[in-house]
T-cell receptor
């Protein structure tokens, strides 16, 4: 079974630029999550989708972050404009349903200079 | 913030010894989960313990949960060099929506 795929793996941008991350969940998984993990900390949930609807986006900085999950499969997370404090690893995870184990992708390491 | 804390922040042991990590959380939970993260790799789910359980075993892993103290511990017995990683606890709130709140992590180093 293929795991959660993410791209790119690494991205370096200057502050005020825009960036987008892509996630392809495990086939058949209805729930998709985006986490932000700052160096030395645990992951923090940014947004959670159930199929193509948002379940929870309470910790998403909506003035600069946006996410979508078209057709209930792939998802993209966008930051516009980026700030220095956005430097982190962005992890995507998926689960079969809301109450099932989450499987994490390898993450995208973002550096904002 | 609902993010929990883990103790110790770092732990270094010899291969074959046992490693114990502790986790505290802040709100009532549906379940508590432990994850492992190797350097440069994603998070891997290790074990889940529900709020009505007190202890759970999986291979060399033993997890306890004390809901009255809002704390959990992870014991790894007979450690191996391959166990070197960061370990995180993650609590799921009572809403059951699978929103996980991760702790700050314990960095375990197992010396061969």
């Amino acid at each position: 079974e293929a795991g959660v795929a993410q791209s790119p793996r690494y991205k370096i941008i200057e502050k005020r630029q825009s960036v987008a991350f892509w996630c392809n969940p495990i086939s058949g998984h209805a729930t998709l999550y985006w986490y932000q993990q700052i160096l030395g900390q645990g992951p923090k949930l940014l947004i959670q989708f159930q199929n193509n609807g948002v379940v929870d986006d309470s910790q998403l900085p909506k003035d600069r972050f946006s996410a979508e999950r078209l057709k209930g499969v792939d998802s993209t997370l966008k930051i516009q404009p980026a700030k220095l404090e956005d430097s982190a690893v962005y992890l995507c995870a998926s689960s079969y349903r809301l109450d099932y184990e989450q499987y994490f992708g390898p993450g995208t390491r973002l550096t904002v200079t | 913030s609902q993010q929990g804390e883990e103790d110790p922040q770092a732990l270094s042991i010899q291969e074959g010894e046992n490693a114990t990590m502790n986790c505290s959380y802040k709100t009532s939970i549906n379940n508590l989960q432990w994850y492992r993260q190797n350097s440069g790799r994603g998070l891997v789910h290790l074990i889940l313990i529900r709020s009505n359980e007190r202890e759970k075993h999986s291979g060399r892993l033993r997890v306890t949960l004390d809901t009255s103290k809002k704390s959990s511990s992870l014991l790894i017995t007979a450690s191996r060099a391959a166990d070197t990683a960061s370990y995180f606890c993650a609590s799921e709130g009572e809403t059951g929506a699978n929103n996980l709140f991760f702790g700050t992590g314990t960095r375990l180093t197992v010396i061969p």
